[in-house]
């Protein structure tokens, strides 16, 4: 039961944090509501923040929304509150993609509030990473994080490495001739020191990173083929390391799941001292999606490609305020 009631301090906090979750095109396709009575959160898509060439069926939204869960759950935990998830419960209502009941005190042996400190730190990076391999301890320590969360981890061989950069040159050409995905992109970027500065969603021009001059990163560009003077250019690096986070099946719970264990590896990576970006290029394309599994492993389907490595720190993207995501009743 809930013991101690939440004030409205309390609860802005654990949406501040959740809502410092990775997102498709930073859109932050979440909506959350508060119930004072039952001391229970509602996690919500906000489908006026959808993609429908990029995202036809809203698995990344989905997935955007599952991370956010994720950091609720780090940051109740680590206010001292037990978060029992309940994913789709009403299946009257696919908009209400969870509820997150609070109780107190923390029962769990869970490890979420270890990675409290990780949640703000965690950003984004598409700068270039050293040539430097991640110790197979960390490797372990991140994959197993995502089995906590009912999903999988691989980190691919060569050959597989080489196959995905080739679907993602292969996704990249596909976006290039497409105009409504063009639109996506111009509605979600944020060009200009004034634009990028004001804004509260979307991908600002300080964070597309350096134009690649070489190497073999699947980074995308996000300024497409629009002019950007000052730019600089940069060498990424030749062999980037690449996960694949993964789950048996490919429906709304799996992609809260992945969205879940996703966030939880983003976490534990930030926690060890790398950096991380998403690449999700292939994974918009249906007939490319399915050349992205390894075909040797038991993953039945890819939901996200992390690209993982020691880079410089950047800087956050912007979020929006609270107050335009939370609703207390």
């Known amino acids: 039961m809930l013991v101690q009631r939440l004030d409205t301090e309390a609860v802005t906090a654990l949406v501040k944090d959740a809502t410092a979750a990775p997102s498709m ?3 932050q396709p979440w909506r959350f509501r508060f119930l004072h009575d039952s001391g229970a959160f509602h996690l919500c898509a906000d489908l006026t923040r959808t993609m429908p060439r990029s995202d036809p069926d809203n698995r990344a939204l989905r997935l955007g929304c599952g991370a956010a869960l ?19 419960p009403n299946p009257m209502d696919p908009h209400l993609l969870a509820t997150v009941q609070l109780t107190d005190p923390v029962r769990s042996e869970s490890g979420l509030a270890e ?7 965690r950003h ?6 050293a040539e430097t391999e991640i110790p197979p301890e960390v ?17 691919p061989r ?57 190497g073999k990163a699947p980074v995308r560009d996000y300024a497409g083929r629009r002019p950007m003077p000052g730019r ?29 264990a996703m966030e939880r590896v983003l ?30 492993t038991a993953m039945g389907y890819v939901q996200m490609v992390l690209r993982l490595g020691y880079g410089p720190p950047v800087r956050a993207t912007p979020r929006r305020p609270v107050e335009e995501v939370l609703d207390i009743a």
């Open 139 to 155: 490797q372990a320590t991140i994959r197993h994080g995502a089995e906590l969360e009912g999903a999988h981890l691989i980190f």
């Open 70 to 88: 994720f950091n609720l759950r780090v940051a109740a935990v680590h206010a001292g509150w037990e978060p029992a998830v309940e994913l789709l």
């Open 25 to 27: 095109y930073n859109a």
């Open 232 to 260: 600089r250019a940069a060498t990424f690096e030749r062999t980037p390391h690449l996960a694949l986070v993964g789950t048996a099946g490919d429906g709304p719970e799996d992609w809260l799941r992945a969205g879940q």
């Open 158 to 214: 060569p050959w597989h490495v080489q196959t995905l950069l080739e679907v993602v040159h292969d996704a990249e050409g596909h976006d290039a001739v497409d105009a409504g995905r063009a639109e996506e992109l111009a509605r979600w970027t944020r060009i200009g020191a004034e634009e990028a500065g004001a804004a509260t969603d979307g991908i600002p021009e300080y964070a597309f990173g350096p134009r690649k001059r070489d």
């Open 124 to 129: 984004t990076s598409r700068e270039p990473f």
């Open 115 to 121: 990675l409290y400190t990780a949640i703000h730190r």
């Open 267 to 296: 976490l534990l990576a930030t926690m060890h001292g790398l950096s991380t970006s998403l690449t999700s290029h292939a994974l918009e394309w249906s007939d490319l999606r399915w050349l992205v599994r390894d075909p040797t």
